[in-house]
């Protein structure tokens, strides 16, 4: 499939709909993405036509939700160019997919004063469950902070990596500046394991785990175009033979007795309960559409958005983009001198422009920056060059009404 950007937003629906009268210009992506037609129809057609509880079932139903679930495993190990399928576990998003690492891997294995080295551009679901940690067993958490423009120099990470440093936990893609972590850098030059939350950067670029050279590398279905409630973490087979069980219940032991439990082999041994089935369906759908494109081709795309973009927003003299690194995604914070935040976004959005608002759930980084909030704008692949037209206006008439 040729890289088509109208062509592409003919296939979102909520696209062509109005806010406030106006065409509505959706550049809250980092959040969620929109979701295309052919991921819809998926998750219709599995709950209207092919529903049935997975794995337990001999029915005919139940073998075929358990075949089209279970090859979603092959399609995001396809898209993460995984060695193993086996590799590949099913979790709720990103954010179970880091707990999991925290309380399967890291929490038998970490003693009080063992460190883990944090950036301090990581989003909180990398941060919290490395807090556990520190409150429960005394384990340290090790500052990263980024340079001035947002960028974040392998060396400088790795001159953090000490003896007692057990894990290195950084981020792939900034959620709040863009920027790009060379991630296989920080791999290269370190033997302690290294876990990347991939949420951002996966669906901007494409993504190698076995390039990389990670232990561990997440990703959550709904930024992927894909529903809310899906997503994986692939953890090689080595470390995967260090983790206990994070939960407990069906679908993740082989016998269970009144005095023995003997747990099913991974990636089983990590899925407990009845899974998120329909919600998996999407994500596999939202990944094929996504590889049928071709990550390159999006890639290729948002990096003329993030340079127009760039140039359009450095004009403007009164504006402040936090972090604005030469190796960057197409993600813009901004602040304006005498509004909120609050009010940049709420103005936009009487024009149409869905912008978010806040501290992007990264508290450490707003504070490195010396704010409390930013209005972020983040493109996606069906953002175009008049959509960035539309914001600089946005913005030009916030200025006029708070000058």
Same mark, same amino acid.
């Given at each position: 499939?040729?890289?088509?950007?109208?062509?592409?937003?003919?296939?979102?629906?909520?696209? &062509?709909?109005?806010?406030?009268?106006?065409?509505?210009?959706?550049?809250?992506?980092?959040?969620?993405?929109?979701?295309?037609?052919?991921?819809?129809?998926?998750?219709?057609?599995?709950?209207? /036509?092919?529903?049935?509880?997975?794995?337990?079932?001999?029915?005919?139903?139940?073998?075929?939700?358990?075949?089209?679930?279970?090859?979603?495993?092959?399609?995001?190990?396809?898209?993460?160019?995984?060695?193993?399928?086996?590799?590949?576990?099913?979790?709720? &998003?990103?954010?179970?997919?880091?707990?999991?690492?925290?309380?399967?891997?890291? $929490?038998?294995?970490?003693?009080?004063? /063992?460190?883990?080295?944090?950036?301090?551009?990581?989003?909180?679901?990398?941060?919290?469950?490395?807090?556990?940690?520190?409150?429960?067993?005394?384990?340290?958490?090790?500052?990263?902070?980024?340079?001035?423009?947002?960028?974040?120099?392998?060396?400088?990470?790795?001159?953090?990596?000490?003896?007692?440093?057990?894990?290195?936990?950084? !981020?792939?893609?900034?959620?709040?500046?863009?920027?790009?972590?060379?991630?296989?850098?920080? $791999?290269?030059? !370190?033997?302690?394991?290294?876990?990347?939350?991939?949420?951002?950067?996966?669906?901007?670029?494409?993504?190698?785990?076995?390039?990389?050279?990670?232990?561990?590398?997440?990703? !959550?279905?709904?930024?992927?175009?894909?529903?809310?409630?899906?997503?994986?973490?692939?953890?090689?087979?080595?470390?995967?033979?260090?983790?206990?069980?994070?939960?407990?219940?069906?679908?993740?032991?082989?016998?269970?007795?009144?005095?023995?439990? /003997?747990?099913?082999?991974?990636?089983?041994?990590?899925?407990?309960?009845?899974?998120?089935?329909?919600?998996?369906?999407?994500?596999?759908?939202?990944?094929?559409?996504?590889?049928?494109?071709?990550?390159?081709?999006?890639?290729?795309?948002?990096?003329?958005?993030?340079?127009?973009?760039?140039?359009?927003?450095?004009?403007?003299?009164?504006?402040?983009?936090?972090?604005?690194? $030469?190796?960057?995604?197409?993600?813009?914070?901004?602040?304006?001198?005498?509004?909120?935040?609050?009010?940049?976004?709420?103005?936009?959005?009487?024009?149409?422009?869905?912008?978010?608002?806040?501290?992007?759930?990264?508290?450490?980084?707003?504070?490195?920056?010396?704010?409390?909030?930013?209005?972020?704008?983040?493109? $996606?692949?069906?953002?175009?060059?008049?959509?960035? /037209?539309?914001?600089?206006?946005?913005?030009?008439?916030?200025?006029?009404?708070?000058?």
């Amino acid at each position: 499939m040729s890289f088509d950007v109208e062509k592409i937003r003919a296939d979102f629906p909520i696209l &062509g709909r109005q806010v406030n009268g106006r065409p509505l210009v959706y550049l809250d992506n980092g959040a969620s993405a929109q979701k295309p037609r052919q991921v819809i129809e998926a998750i219709t057609r599995a709950y209207s /036509d092919e529903y049935a509880n997975v794995h337990r079932g001999l029915h005919f139903l139940s073998n075929l939700a358990t075949e089209n679930y279970e090859r979603v495993r092959s399609i995001i190990a396809r898209f993460l160019h995984a060695p193993h399928e086996d590799e590949v576990i099913f979790t709720s &998003g990103a954010t179970e997919g880091i707990n999991l690492v925290s309380y399967g891997w890291a $929490a038998p294995r970490l003693q009080a004063g /063992d460190e883990i080295i944090v950036s301090v551009l990581e989003h909180h679901a990398n941060i919290v469950p490395w807090h556990f940690l520190r409150e429960r067993q005394g384990v340290v958490l090790k500052w990263v902070e980024p340079e001035a423009d947002g960028s974040l120099p392998p060396e400088k990470v790795l001159a953090a990596v000490g003896p007692k440093t057990k894990l290195v936990a950084v !981020t792939h893609m900034s959620n709040v500046t863009g920027t790009v972590v060379d991630v296989a850098a920080i $791999a290269r030059g !370190t033997d302690v394991p290294v876990l990347v939350d991939g949420s951002q950067a996966s669906v901007h670029m494409p993504v190698d785990v076995a390039s990389l050279g990670v232990d561990f590398y997440c990703i !959550t279905g709904h930024k992927l175009y894909g529903p809310s409630g899906s997503g994986a973490i692939w953890i090689s087979r080595a470390r995967q033979a260090e983790m206990r069980p994070f939960m407990g219940g069906g679908d993740m032991i082989r016998t269970v007795t009144r005095d023995s439990v /003997d747990y099913a082999d991974p990636p089983l041994r990590f899925e407990a309960g009845t899974p998120g089935i329909v919600n998996q369906i999407g994500l596999g759908a939202a990944l094929e559409y996504l590889m049928d494109l071709g990550m390159g081709n999006i890639a290729a795309h948002e990096k003329v958005l993030r340079d127009y973009a760039r140039e359009r927003l450095r004009s403007l003299n009164w504006l402040n983009v936090q972090g604005d690194a $030469a190796d960057k995604g197409a993600i813009f914070s901004m602040t304006m001198e005498g509004a909120h935040a609050h009010d940049i976004s709420t103005i936009l959005d009487k024009r149409g422009i869905a912008v978010r608002a806040g501290s992007h759930c990264a508290m450490p980084l707003m504070e490195f920056y010396g704010v409390n909030a930013t209005a972020r704008a983040s493109f $996606a692949m069906y953002n175009t060059r008049a959509e960035v /037209d539309a914001l600089v206006d946005g913005l030009s008439f916030c200025r006029e009404l708070f000058a």
